[in-house]
T-cell receptor, first 112, second 116 residues
Framework: QKEVEQNSGPLSVPEGAIASLNCTYSDRVSQSFFWYRQYSGKSPELIMSIYSNGDKEDGRFTAQLNKASQYVSLLIRDSQPSDSATYLC????????????FGKGTHLIIQP | KAGVTQTPRYLIKTRGQQVTLSCSPISGHRSVSWYQQTPGQGLQFLFEYFSETQRNKGNFPGRFSGRQFSNSRSEMNVSTLELGDSALYLC???????????????FGAGSRLTVL
């Protein structure tokens, strides 16, 4: 059974610091990796996607993928109080696989 | 352009009843997926439709069913409701079916179902 593991938190980070969120996955053939942000009472919204090993940067966000270690991370630089949310890691095996497999999310709190 | 629209947003049912939830995807999107979100299990994949055909199905009992219409709108149905079916049901749309690496999943606001 495909599994995606995340530390549930809460992860508390001071404003302006770097927040580091981690995720491991069990399915070695996974091809696509996503980070979604979900505010309380809202639906998930895509923050980053990454498909190959290495780093991918978009503004204050950097996604890192290491397929050999089956590990995905999300770094948020210059953290802002508005970044306080639950961050969901999602994995897809590609082709006609069974939808996205989500982790249960990490609750991030940015302290002003 | 309009996002993914889900109706109803909130509903309360009793055990044994059935419920139908509706999802209108973003205009031009042809693939619709459904997910169940609960505090204990998180987000779990229910099924995915493309061109009126169910392409994939998650590990849920047969009480959970769905369909897609020619205009890409989708409905899901849960029959013989159980207390454990209380959840947020999220619909997501994308341009095409298959590898979501090529297509971003955009979620609707969800339908929150409470079963008493």
């Amino acid at each position: 059974q495909k599994e995606v593991e995340q530390n549930s938190g809460p992860l508390s980070v001071p404003e302006g610091a770097i927040a580091s969120l981690n995720c491991t996955y069990s399915d070695r053939v996974s091809q696509s990796f996503f980070w979604y942000r979900q505010y309380s009472g809202k639906s998930p919204e895509l923050i980053m996607s990454i498909y190959s090993n290495g780093d991918k940067e978009d503004g204050r966000f950097t996604a890192q993928l290491n397929k050999a270690s089956q590990y995905v991370s999300l770094l948020i630089r210059d953290s802002q109080p508005s970044d306080s949310a639950t961050y969901l890691c999602a994995v897809h095996s590609g082709g006609g696989a069974d939808g996205l497999t989500f982790g249960k999310g990490t609750h991030l709190i940015i302290q002003p | 352009k309009a996002g993914v629209t889900q109706t109803p947003r909130y509903l309360i049912k009793t055990r044994g009843q059935q419920v139908t939830l509706s999802c209108s995807p973003i205009s031009g999107h042809r693939s619709v997926s459904w997910y169940q979100q609960t505090p204990g299990q998180g987000l779990q994949f229910l099924f995915e439709y493309f061109s009126e055909t169910q392409r994939n199905k998650g590990n849920f009992p047969g009480r959970f069913s769905g369909r897609q219409f020619s205009n890409s709108r989708s409905e899901m149905n849960v029959s013989t409701l159980e207390l454990g079916d209380s959840a947020l049901y999220l619909c997501a749309s994308s341009l095409i079916w298959g590898n979501p690496g090529a297509n971003v999943l955009t979620f609707g606001a969800g339908s929150r179902l409470t079963v008493l």
